[in-house]
């Protein structure tokens, strides 16, 4: 079961890199030493890996940063539930919705942040996924097209100032008039611009990686059914070299076949693991109705929109991604956790947390295979 522990205490387990059992210690929020076991531990588990790092987290247990309902209590239950899942770090995502909503969503996480040491370290970034999208049906996804519109710099000046400059992170459809101009203006502004959610032609998609886009939201998803088969902006953005991918590796957004193309074409150096946690994940199956629509989540772990074949968000978390990713791709440990860990600090340039001494003493204590699943065991944090 588990449980939060702040004392400091000498652990047994096998690193995530190697595969060798290691004897870890660690004071004041420090790791002091790594040594060979000796027999002599507080706690012994299966594996220690960091914690892990999501970029895209929409909320939980029926609860959504997108509400224009949130209050700080949820956030804080969202982010404790993101911690029994090994989360160490999320950005908060909010999705289109009206610039009332939004302003609301945003200025809510900023309080919470402002009133706790503790969030403000779980919630470094927030993440604002559109409402500068594709109003495309398949491209749009889930997203309600009543409030899919251009980008406005000035609106998007509003919501950053109700979060506190904290808005890290923008996932936008590069197709608009004024989009690469938009882009620019947020990179100048230090903002990681994601490309997602898009109909762009392949041509735009390479204006807008030029213009400075760094990351491809949930490459693979948010997409038509079907596109041409060459020439597609799938194609364009796997082909980029500069450009990262996040994916959902929960099995129910891609097939094994993608999960393994985009790994490999991009490599683990340039992929970010994401669950993107609707606010329905961790619910029991059933249908559930938010924001005046009906979704469903099935037995499987699917979220998606009764009758049609778009998703909305995951139902997971990333400890299941990391072990999906794993099965699909064929990958290591130590690369899955490169991608739910290195990478997404490396993105949203948060400092590096490794299994090293001197580094931060936060990390999760997992059993069991990791090619199935993980149980987390423990949580190890001597700061909060």
Not at 44 to 55: E, K, L, S
Not at 180 to 206: D, N, W, Y
Not at 257 to 267: F, L, Y
Not at 310 to 327: E, H, I, K
Request: with cysteine; net charge negative.
């Amino acid at each position: 079961m588990y449980k939060q522990d702040k004392r400091m205490r000498r652990i047994e387990a096998r690193d995530y890199r190697t595969r060798q059992r290691v004897a870890v210690e660690s004071e004041n929020g420090r790791i002091t030493d790594i040594s060979p076991p000796t027999g002599q531990a507080d706690r012994r588990a299966d594996w220690i890996v960091p914690a892990f790092v999501d970029v895209q987290i929409n909320g939980c247990l029926g609860m959504s940063f997108n509400s224009c309902e949130l209050t700080i209590e949820q956030v804080e239950r969202i982010v404790a539930e993101c911690r029994k899942h090994g989360i160490g770090v999320l950005c908060p995502t909010l999705v289109t919705n009206s610039a009332e909503a939004l302003l609301h969503g945003f200025a809510t996480l900023r309080e919470a942040c402002e009133s706790s040491a503790q969030l403000s370290r779980r919630m470094p970034k927030f993440h604002l996924e559109g409402p500068y999208l594709s109003g495309e049906d398949g491209p749009r996804g889930a997203h309600p097209k009543s409030h899919i519109r251009p980008p406005d710099w000035d609106e998007f000046c509003r919501f950053q100032e109700a979060a506190g400059g904290r808005i890290g992170m923008v996932t936008l459809a590069p197709e608009y008039d004024n989009a690469l101009s938009f882009i620019e203006r947020l990179c100048q502004a230090g903002i990681v611009v994601a490309i997602g959610h898009t109909a762009s032609s392949p041509a735009r998609i390479r204006e807008a990686v030029a213009a400075g886009a760094r990351i491809s939201t949930h490459l693979g998803n948010g997409s038509h059914a079907q596109i041409p088969r060459h020439e597609n902006y799938i194609w364009e953005q796997l082909g980029a070299d500069t450009l990262w991918a996040s994916l959902i590796a929960d099995g129910h957004h891609l097939p094994m076949s993608m999960v393994k193309t985009i790994v490999r074409t991009k490599t683990p150096s340039r992929c970010v693991l994401t669950c993107d946690a609707s606010s329905l994940a961790g619910l029991p199956p059933g249908r559930y109705e938010q924001w005046g629509s009906e979704f469903e989540v099935e037995a499987s772990g699917r979220v998606g929109v009764p009758g049609t074949p778009f998703l909305a968000g995951s139902g997971v978390f990333t400890d299941a991604c990391v072990a999906g990713v794993m099965r699909m791709a064929g990958i290591s440990l130590a690369d899955a956790i490169q991608m739910a860990v290195d990478n997404p600090r490396e993105l949203m340039g948060l400092a590096p947390v490794a299994l090293e001494i001197g580094s931060d003493a936060e990390f999760v204590l997992f059993d069991g295979d990791p090619l199935e699943s993980f149980t987390l065991v423990e949580w190890v944090n001597s700061r909060d």
